[in-house]
């Protein structure tokens, strides 16, 4: 994944994210709040909430706004408070964001099966 570190220093923003010239910046692109909303990582596992599966919807507006709909791993999960909220900080440093939004829904919940295989290769479950 662009921005991974192999070192555990925090991932950061790569080109893709950035604007380009001088001129006005744009709405984000959906790869761009991806790439922000990977440098955010869930403390008890060590993989990106992107590539956990935690991500359900991402609503781009003309307007610079963000909507995001996410879940946690389990209702009880320690990070419920934070990670909305460091993912909300993540996309709103993005060049074109005005603002972002996110949601926590419990429906469909959360399994293994919504991890990607980079997910399931970093946690040998393979």
Known sequence: MEGWTPDGDEP????????????PVGPAS????????????????????????LIYAIDLYDDGRVHIEMTLTAPNCPSAQELPIQVK??????????????????????DMSRMSDEARLALNMF
């Open 12 to 23: 950061t923003l790569t080109e893709a994210a950035a604007p380009k010239g001088d001129g």
């Open 30 to 53: 959906e790869d761009a709040v991806i790439e922000a909303i990977a440098t955010v990582h869930d403390p008890e596992i060590p993989v990106n909430i992107y590539e956990l599966g």
């Open 89 to 110: 900080d993540a996309v709103e440093k993005i060049p074109g964001v005005k603002s972002a939004e996110v949601d926590v829904v419990w429906d469909p919940p959360w």
